[in-house]
């Protein structure tokens, strides 16, 4: 099963399909029939997903959408954009626990990362915990704004910037926001974004020489 963009009537929506199955092909919910974009960002082997939606007077939603379809606004920081880039979720003995990492804006319209984590029931058809909201993980000093791309496990990876210098983080809810760039080896390389970490660990994103 994948799922990506779609054009329907000249806009851009979050799009479902299986391969060699024609009849399948569906957009995803919306939660607004006024809403003229929405994407998946990451799905999981369960056939969850997260993304965003941006609605009538372009303000962007984190999304996550259920395999059955249906479909929920993780919410923000503030009356403002949200954006869910990964997720990972994990069997409990009473259903699937969900995290899901992103950013938001601020009152102030400083972008931050953040993370949301609810648990849904085994066949999806009911939330058990529902999100409470997108919580903050903030930034690093000096780097005003910072987001999280991916997350393995309890890992978060992303990065936090300025207008003009980015680096590379990691995150856990033990240990914080950390820079990558002063948990490996010296090099001449600044880690500036981490885009995606595998559940042993590995890293991936972009350096600058």
Known sequence: MCRTNANWTNQTHAAMWTPYRPAANRQLSLMSARSWYSSVNQISDAGDAVGVEIDGNSIAHARYWLPNHRSMDLGGLAQSNSIAWGMTDAQTSSG????????????????MACYWQFEVSTDFRRTIQPPEGCRSVGSLPGFPASELLAVSGSTAVGDVSTDTVARAVLWTAAGGLRDLNGMVAPTKAVLARAEDINVAGDIVGVAAL
């Open 96 to 111: 699937r626990s969900v995290l899901a990492v992103g950013s938001a804006d601020t009152a102030g319209g400083s972008q």
